[in-house]
């Protein structure tokens, strides 16, 4: 380390005395890790520090410690003196190499396995001694800058455990997003054609684009057991800052394909090995990290057609170790299969998976009036905000519809009445014997349609018109328990009986005991 000189906390020391003070910031709390992921927009390690004109055209190294078990350092930096001409340059050293260098166009920077702010090196995190290095292109003779470093450790991959700086929402407020949560680029077997008309693998660039034009609030990239797509997300984000990219992945196995949502965390999709011996094991170890699983095309065939796409599990499955269920899928559409009855078949065996959908788009460049283009079926989230971890919550939380055209406007809200209360879809609701639950559906922007109520599954008749004739329009319905376990979806179907609009379930007396089963 070069034995340049600066001030610190307004000390002038040399650069090889911090550690004595990273030790007393140790002890003090000011370098605590945060435990929680409330805590974690919380700095870990803060340094202040001042430049001064005798440092021009230096370079300043500012140690700090990475503990072990950090899966992310981040930081940000900011200084003063800019109204001078002063200007300062940032860059990140690990143990062993320069990991970024940005000159003096960003003011954060993050590191991680599989992703990194652009002019900084994806790779792992090595516990021991990093430095922030800043460079001094320019400082008058006269002239001092204040600066502040923060540093973040994130001890895993999933975006709920990052600083805040990394998941700041694209969007503040709760509303219904619209997204696609399933869909290749070039980093698995998405493809377009190149220059010259050749298919080649398709930069993730054309897979965000095209959401970007069909107005997508959202989107997963759910490369095939790939974790490479992260970083060029992380590049895209800047440039994209009304789409939100989820982190995601389609763990694709011999068995079934699952997508993963919500980490970065490499996990092991070899099924059947020693390291994952069943499907259980895989998916607690997703649940380890953090990540929502859902089950992609569960009827699609399995084979020589399709080798492991269908949902073929060898031994009993733990259903509640899942979150969701791929009830529409953009390809199986397009093929004429439906993954409905499996959904309804789950539900009616007490497993309470969100239904969602996703396109399963491997040609970003295809005409988005196309079915399986992306956002060809749409997912439509109500959450609290426009972030990864408020979407994931929704879909959690089961507040969710399928909008299988993938319009811009077209909205199905369900919702149930009862003492006072009202629930929506993915609530659950008591309703003993005798009492009256009033249910109402509100349907928007779908003038031709017509709405259906299921129990259980089966349609329920209807004793009122059924006919979507405006714009906005309501309907009501009432239901009289019987006490037992239920649960109640809405649709909405074109004249020709294709579904455009398809609800999750309000759930009632689900209370009652009735476990999911393996299966």
């Given amino acids: 380390m070069n034995e340049q000189r600066f001030r610190l906390v307004g000390t002038v020391i040399s650069a090889t005395s911090i550690l004595l003070l990273l030790s007393f910031a140790a002890a003090s709390g000011i370098g605590q890790q945060a435990a929680t992921a409330t805590q974690a927009s919380v700095p870990d390690l803060v340094f ?15 140690p700090f410690k990475v503990p072990d078990g950090t899966e992310r350092v981040t930081l940000t930096f900011s200084y003063t003196g800019k109204d001078e001409h002063t200007a300062l340059d940032l860059g990140l050293l690990d143990p062993a190499r320069l990991r970024c260098w940005s000159g003096g166009n960003k003011s954060m920077l993050t590191v991680e396995l599989s992703d990194a702010t652009p002019s900084c090196l994806p790779g792992p995190i090595p516990a021991g001694l990093w430095n922030v290095l800043i460079g001094v292109p320019n400082i008058r003779s006269k002239a001092q800058s204040h600066y502040t470093v923060q540093v973040y450790f994130s001890p895993s991959g999933a975006v709920a455990r990052e600083p805040a700086v990394l998941r700041l929402p694209v969007r503040v407020g709760p509303a219904w997003f619209r997204g696609d949560l399933h869909m290749h680029t070039g980093h698995s077997d998405g493809q377009c054609p190149n220059q010259t008309g050749k298919m080649v693998p398709c930069p993730v660039f054309f897979t965000v684009d095209a959401a970007a034009r069909r107005g997508l609030d959202f989107i997963a990239i759910t490369d095939h057991n790939a974790t490479s797509q992260y970083d060029a997300m992380r590049e895209l984000e800047p440039y994209f800052d009304k789409v939100l990219l989820i982190p995601g992945r389609e763990i694709t196995t011999f068995q079934g394909h699952i997508n993963f949502l919500g980490t970065t ?71 004429g299969i439906s993954d409905v009855p499996f959904w309804n078949k789950e539900l009616n065996r007490g497993c309470r998976l969100t239904g969602i959908g996703g396109s399963d788009n491997h040609r970003p460049m295809q005409p988005l009036d196309q079915q399986g283009s992306i956002g060809s079926p749409t997912t439509v989230v109500f959450a609290s905000e426009l972030s990864t971890p408020a979407i994931l919550a929704g879909i959690r939380a089961g507040h969710v519809f399928i909008d299988l055209a993938g319009t811009h406007d077209r909205i199905l809200e369900e919702t149930a009445h009862f003492k006072d209360q009202v629930f929506e879809a993915g609530d659950t609701l008591d309703a003993s014997n005798g009492k009256n639950v009033d249910f109402s559906l509100r349907v928007a922007a779908a003038v031709g349609g017509k709405i259906r109520w299921r129990e259980d599954g089966e349609e329920v008749a209807q004793t009122a018109s059924n006919e979507v004739s405006s714009a906005d329009q309501t309907f009501p319905w009432s239901w009289v328990s019987d006490g037992h376990r239920h649960w109640f979806r809405a649709e909405v179907v074109g004249a020709d009986g294709k579904l455009w609009l398809l609800g999750n379930p309000i759930y009632v007396n689900w209370t009652i005991p009735y476990p999911c089963s393996s299966r």
């Fill in 265 to 335: 965390d490499f996990l092991d999709f070899r099924l059947g090995s020693s390291q994952v011996p069943d499907m259980n094991t895989l998916l607690r170890n997703a649940d380890r990290v953090g990540a929502l699983t859902s089950i992609n095309h569960p009827s699609a065939p399995s084979g020589e057609i399709c080798m492991g796409c269908g949902w073929t599990p060898t031994s009993g499955v733990d259903m509640q170790l899942l979150t969701a269920v791929e009830a529409v899928n953009g390809g199986s559409v397009k093929s």
């Fill in 48 to 62: 202040q520090g001042v430049v001064i004109g005798s440092q021009n055209q230096t370079y300043i190294q500012v």
